[in-house]
């Protein structure tokens, strides 16, 4: 991806090491992690990445995502999921939707695939790491996010 947008990594090595220390920064072993999507271009760099990041890890397949990447030890792998945590029934998908099931009764749309250069809807978040100083969030956030969109999504992020 270094070659597709700008980050601030020298390398690919360099970017993979940044990416798994934020990641486990963020994320405790017991915490439960939805990665929606590119995780790795090849199944190898995958299985190389995968054992080194906390949590359980559930994977939402990216555009970017070979079928085999899903098939490594994630606790479920799949194109599309919808879940309820903290009282809040979230859409999961790489891609953002324009309309989603429940948004009119208050269900959140997390997504990534736009690396942070979409305008996003109401209760409609881009989660990949382009847009959240290239670590994950955690749902907290976003809940806060969610309660006065005005916010600075950076003063609510570690």
């Not at 990416?19 to 590119?38: I, T, Y």
């Not at 070979?66 to 030890?73: I, S, T, Y």
């Not at 990949?128 to 976003?142: E, F, K, Q, S, T």
Request: aromatic share 8%; net charge positive; proline share 7%.
């Amino acid at each position: 991806m270094l070659n597709l947008y700008p980050r601030p990594f020298g390398s690919l090595a360099e970017m993979d090491a940044a990416l798994v220390s934020r990641w486990n920064e963020v994320v405790g072993v017991e915490d439960e992690v939805w990665h929606l999507g590119d995780f790795a271009r090849t199944a190898k760099a995958a299985a190389e990445l995968l054992p080194r990041l906390n949590g359980r890890k559930h994977l939402i397949l990216g555009n970017n995502d070979p079928e085999a990447v899903g098939r490594l030890g994630w606790s479920s792998a799949a194109p599309y999921a919808e879940i309820i945590a903290e009282g809040v029934p979230l859409v999961l998908c790489h891609y953002p939707f324009r309309s989603w099931n429940g948004m009119h009764r208050g269900a959140v749309n997390l997504h990534g695939h736009s690396h942070g250069r979409l305008k996003p809807l109401k209760r409609q978040f881009d989660v990949g790491v382009d847009a959240r100083d290239y670590r994950p969030v955690g749902l907290g956030a976003m809940l806060i996010l969610r309660k006065s969109p005005r916010q600075d999504p950076a003063a609510t992020l570690g």
